[in-house]
T-cell receptor, first 114, second 114 residues
Framework: DAGVIQSPRHEVTEMGQEVTLRCKPI?????LFWYRQTMMRGLELLIY????????DSGMPEDRFSAKMPNASFSTLKIQPSEPRDSAVYFC????????????FGSGTRLTVV | AQSVTQLDSHVSVSEGTPVLLRCNYS??????LFWYVQHPNKGLQLLLK??????LVKGINGFEAEFKKSETSFHLTKPSAHMSDAAEYFC????????????FGTGTRLTIIP
């Protein structure tokens, strides 16, 4: 298996622009998680899905952030409009079943908003 | 609710000497515990996991951790540090109720001195 695949690896955008981050989970995994990592706040869980259905989005910072999972093999995290404080590394992770098995993380997308 | 505390934000050891990264957890149930490693500009990789089997868990790259219920600890050790071990290490807990959400520690940065 190729693991969790995220694209793009790096994204530089201007403030106010729309940004879309993409994730392909491991085939057969039924949970998908979006995390954000910054020096100041560490790892933050933004939202997670079970069988393509959003379960908990309490970590989404504000209405500018939205996430979708149209099918079992694809998810997006969109920021519209983007702001400099959104600059961070965004990770996608997937897992099979409950947390007992741990997560498999993607390589992340480094977002810079200028 | 579960929580995890990494007692050291930064640990420095000389190459060839033992490594000890400390982690204490809190959980109302029988938890699952994990250590993840993150090398610079990389994603998080599962190092090892404890899921109520043997209390001494062996992971990749010579690392191991011991689950001590009486001390609520899950410290990570390695007998001899290698330069390639320099990375950020995260202790992670699942509350053991089958909850899919994991709780991450704040991380310990390991520096290896040549």
């Amino acid at each position: 298996d190729a693991g969790v695949i995220q694209s793009p690896r790096h994204e530089v955008t201007e403030m106010g622009q729309e940004v879309t981050l993409r994730c392909k989970p491991i085939s057969g995994h039924d949970y998908l998680f979006w995390y954000r990592q910054t020096m100041m706040r560490g790892l933050e869980l933004l939202i997670y899905f079970n069988n393509n259905v959003p379960i908990d989005d309490s970590g989404m910072p504000e209405d500018r952030f939205s996430a979708k999972m149209p099918n079992a093999s694809f998810s997006t995290l969109k920021i519209q409009p983007s702001e400099p404080r959104d600059s961070a590394v965004y990770f996608c992770a997937s897992s099979y079943g409950t947390g007992i098995y741990g997560y498999t993380f993607g390589s992340g997308t480094r977002l810079t908003v200028v | 609710a579960q929580s995890v505390t990494q007692l050291d934000s930064h640990v420095s050891v000389s190459e060839g000497t033992p490594v000890l990264l400390r982690c204490n957890y809190s959980s109302s149930y029988s938890p699952s515990l994990f250590w993840y490693v993150q090398h610079p500009n990389k994603g998080l990789q599962l190092l090892l996991k404890y899921t109520s089997a043997a209390t001494l868990v062996k992971g990749i790259n010579g690392f191991e951790a011991e689950f001590k219920k009486s001390e609520t600890s899950f410290h990570l050790t390695k007998p001899s540090a290698h330069m390639s071990d320099a990375a950020e290490y995260f202790c992670v807990v699942s509350d053991g109720r089958g909850n899919e959400k994991l709780t991450f520690g704040t991380g310990t940065r390991l520096t290896i001195i040549p």
